[in-house]
Structures are given as C-alpha cells and as structure tokens.
C-alpha cells in the first residue's frame, strides 16, 4: 500500500507561480513512476507530467514547457514546479504512483488561477 500526501496548491494570479509536493509512505518496494495529473470541473482527468525513478519524463500537450517535474527517489517525493500560470490551469491537482502492482493516488491539492 502507498498513500500519497499532497501539498502546495493555492490562490495564484496568472502569471505567477505555484510549487506543489507529494510524499509518498508505506509499505513498498519501489515506485516505478510519480506524476500529476489534474481535473478541472466539468472536464476528464488529463495528464500533466510524469517521472520514472529512471528519469524518463512525460509532459501534457498543453503545458509549452511551463511545467517542470522533479523527483527524489530516495524519499519518495515527487514535486511540480509551475510557471507562468493561467486561468486555464485551475483544476484539482491529483498526485499519482505506479508501483509494479498498482496505481494509487492522493486526495487532490486545488489550484485556483485568478485572472
């Protein structure tokens, strides 16, 4: 089992910036890939970026390199770092692990940009 605790999101004009974390805990061996995913309402859950403990990432369409992901794998941590923010990018932000026997997510972080 792994449970995710997200962290970071808040109020942001566009523009601005906002930096989100998720610490994973448990009992596991090892997590093969982190990543954020977001809902906004109304909308599916889309891809927002991805990391594999061996560093290969994976990004969403939308984002023009606004967005960058990092991991520490020794913690167990997973972060976002997001830049130039829009209107656009409000949504819950939603942690997510891949282990070789499951996914699992965290319970969201909102996002708000103000416009």
């Known amino acids: 089992q792994v449970q995710l605790v997200e962290s970071g999101g808040g109020l942001v004009q566009a523009g601005g910036s906002l930096r989100l974390s998720c610490a994973a805990s448990?009992?596991?061996?090892?997590?093969?890939?982190m990543g954020w995913y977001r809902q906004a309402p109304g909308k599916q859950r889309e891809l927002v970026a991805t990391l594999s403990s061996g560093g290969s990432s994976s990004y969403g369409d939308f984002l023009e390199g606004r967005f960058t992901i990092s991991r520490d794998n020794a913690k167990n941590t997973v972060s976002l770092q997001m830049n130039s923010l829009k209107p656009e990018d409000t949504a819950l932000y939603y942690c997510?692990?891949?282990?070789?026997?499951?996914?699992?997510w965290g319970q969201g972080t909102q996002v708000t940009v103000s416009s």
């Open positions: 448990g009992r596991f061996v090892s997590i093969s890939v």
């Open positions: 997510k692990a891949t282990t070789r026997y499951a996914n699992y």
